[in-house]
């Protein structure tokens, strides 16, 4: 009845059953094995999955990361972003994650939680900072955004960066790039002009046009990576794909 | 101010670009003989192409002797906004003055091809550095030195701010007001309200939070509202349109008619609801109360489910020019096709949350010089980057006197 594959996630689609399968060819030696037609009442959606899921950096990208001068701290805190990212590809969310980091210690952790809330804002770096508040009883000032660090895979959209900016957070080191809504340079250099108040009334613990230093490049190809595969399979919960998913033959 | 006794301005488009400043980049023009064309042509394409002048024509008849033949050597680097090419713009193009030019400054190549052609007359010009957006901009750039003109890849773009139509200020206006009396009651002086456009109903609302969260603006709140409002109505697990609940398979086995006929007439098939009838009356109590515009166009609430007539109404609503294409039944991919209505401009974060949020259009009131992201400030909509646009309207207040 259902794909036999151990990391197909079309699993629980009922409409599945009633199609054929094409796992159950053996053509397993393709890193993308095949494609999973499921029809559902917004359209077609191509379901691909990867055999081997991405994880955590291995040796070489470590010490390609040293090489290019990050410190031992920068990678293992980047490592534990990645971690965050493969628990949102896990849950079938945009494998983007962080965390943030004070004094020395991890404060708060995110993943992207877009499909679950229905909610395209709930980026992982707005749960990271709503986490920070609700372990400080909504307090933004003993939450201390302006001592903290964030490291996430992927460059901050700009809205996050607009967050950023109005949280004052002291730096924010990233991994790939984001050439369609990038706010930390690729698109608008938000780290730079910074975000203002939607009212006039003052804000306690909130800046207005504040920048913040801003660095990307730790494993980029990693981050790079994950959304590739991600994205091959096409977003499950998007209307219907923006641009054709290539079909196998 | 109570919002009742608010009068509105007449709401504008806000133009997602301003006109271009003519830009002029210096041109190495020479003159050749007629016949020598062709040739001419092909050398120059080989020995210096113009990937970056493309809507400048190559070569023009000279404007002063018949058996000469203009062409564009090479650009010499952009002038930016040259007060010279102004004047030279508003005066008629002087074709008797020269700005003569050295050879020695061309390169090698085409040092060759000048004199292999028998080139003469060799001088500087200016021409429009990037391509006309508009017609009227054609008509002035031309005269510097021809331009082909092209409508641009996404045709012609509103450069000014254009009044809207007297049905959309109506609409514009009832929901602005609903927005001023939600920041009003609240003691801040923001409020958002998301709105189908198919219904007029409100799908969501908050006012400015940012005094209890920081990142709450009015927006943020509304977005997060309508999330919640979306999961309500559509529990995950209880949904078809989940592609991994399974229930894709009741919708079919329950209504296999409805999905045949509509698959006919070619319109995908969004009977999403019809086989949990639990969220579909939430949502005709949610959508109850406002109901004037519902009669004509969106609401299917109240009706019987005929085939033909949800038929005919998807057909009506596709063509509509500014009708979203979800029907009223299915439900949004986030906040797809819905107006957002905020009293203050939004600032950039919150502007990007809504193009997270995929809404259609975006009503402000307030302009903000200072942070306002969409044509107060910056101009968050004219960034063709971003995988989604929406459009942006200012409904101004008319100030007592």
Not at chain 1, 56 to 79: F, K, N, V
Not at chain 1, 170 to 191: A, E, T
Not at chain 2, 366 to 376: I, K, R, S, V
Request: one cysteine or more; proline letters at 7%.
């Amino acid at each position: 009845m259902f794909c036999p594959f151990p990391t197909c996630f079309a699993q629980p689609c009922g409409r599945l059953s009633q199609l054929a399968c094409p796992c159950l060819t053996n053509s397993h030696e393709f890193v993308i094995i095949k494609c999973h037609k499921i029809e559902h009442n917004r359209g077609i959606i191509n379901l691909r999955m990867s055999s081997a899921p991405p994880s955590l950096p291995d040796i070489a990208s470590i010490s390609r990361a040293r090489t290019q001068g990050w410190t031992e701290q920068h990678i293992g805190y980047m490592c534990q972003a990645i971690a965050q990212a493969l628990e949102a590809w896990a849950c079938r969310e945009v494998p983007v994650g962080c965390v943030v980091v004070r004094d020395g210690k991890v404060v708060g952790r995110g993943h992207n939680l877009t499909n679950k809330t229905r909610n395209g804002t709930r980026h992982a770096e707005m749960i990271a900072i709503d986490q920070m508040l609700a372990a400080n009883n909504g307090s933004v000032q003993e939450a201390n955004f302006e001592r903290c660090d964030l490291y996430v895979t992927v460059e901050p959209c700009i809205m996050c960066a607009g967050a950023l900016s109005l949280l004052g957070f002291r730096q924010v080191y990233f991994g790939c790039g984001n050439d369609r809504f990038g706010g930390c340079g690729s698109i608008l250099p938000i780290n730079f002009e910074g975000c203002g108040s939607c009212t006039r009334q003052p804000i306690v613990g909130s800046y207005a046009g504040r920048g913040f230093p801003s660095k990307g490049g730790l494993f980029a190809e990693e981050a790079v990576e994950m959304l590739r595969e991600f994205y091959a399979a096409g977003n499950p919960c998007a209307p219907r794909p923006h641009r054709p998913v290539p079909r196998e033959a | 101010m109570a919002a009742e006794d608010v009068v509105f301005e007449m709401g504008v488009l806000v133009p997602s670009q301003t006109e271009l400043p003519l830009r002029t980049v210096l041109l190495a023009v020479a003159a050749f003989p007629n016949k020598v064309g062709n040739l001419l042509m092909k050398a120059l394409g080989a020995a210096a192409p113009l990937p970056e002048l493309k809507h400048l024509k190559r070569v023009r008849k000279a404007p002063d002797d018949g058996s000469l033949l203009e062409a564009i050597l090479c650009a010499l680097g952009d002038e930016g906004v040259s007060e010279a090419a102004l004047t030279a713009v508003t005066t008629e193009p002087d074709v008797a003055r020269m700005d003569p030019l050295e050879l020695d400054h061309l390169p090698a190549s085409l040092q060759t091809l000048y004199t292999q052609h028998g080139g003469q007359r060799l001088r500087l010009v200016h021409g429009a550095a990037l391509a006309p957006q508009t017609r009227q901009q054609w008509e002035t750039w031309t005269k510097l030195w021809p331009i082909t003109w092209r409508i641009p890849d996404n045709g012609t773009p509103v450069l000014v701010e254009t009044p809207v139509d007297e049905y959309t200020q109506q609409y514009f206006e009832r929901h602005m007001r609903t927005a001023l009396q939600l920041a009003y009651l609240s003691c801040v002086d923001n409020a958002a309200l998301i709105v189908d456009p198919d219904s007029a109903a409100p799908v969501a609302k908050a006012a400015d939070r940012s005094a209890v969260h920081p990142l709450q603006h009015a927006v943020m709140a509304a977005v997060q509202a309508a999330s919640e409002r979306d999961l309500a109505l559509w529990p995950p697990g209880l949904t078809s349109v989940d592609p991994y609940s399974g229930s894709g398979v009741d919708a079919m086995n329950v209504t296999p008619d409805a999905n045949g006929s509509s698959e006919e007439i070619g319109t995908q098939g969004q009977s999403h609801g019809e086989s949990n009838s639990a969220p579909d009356e939430l949502r005709r109590e949610l959508n109850g109360g406002d109901s004037r515009i519902d009669a004509g166009t969106g609401s299917t609430g109240d009706e019987d489910d005929t085939v033909e007539g949800l038929a005919c109404k998807r057909q009506r609503l596709d063509t509509g020019p500014q009708e979203p294409q979800a029907s009223a039944r299915s439900r949004p991919y986030m906040c797809t096709g819905y107006d957002c209505f905020v009293v203050r401009e939004p600032c950039i974060m919150c502007a990007m949350a809504l193009v997270h949020s995929r809404v259609q259009r975006v009503i402000y009131c307030e302009p903000d010089a200072t942070f306002g992201a969409l044509g107060g400030c910056r101009r968050l909509h004219a960034c063709k980057s971003l995988n989604h646009s929406y459009q942006v309207y200012r409904l101004g207040l008319k100030r007592e006197t």
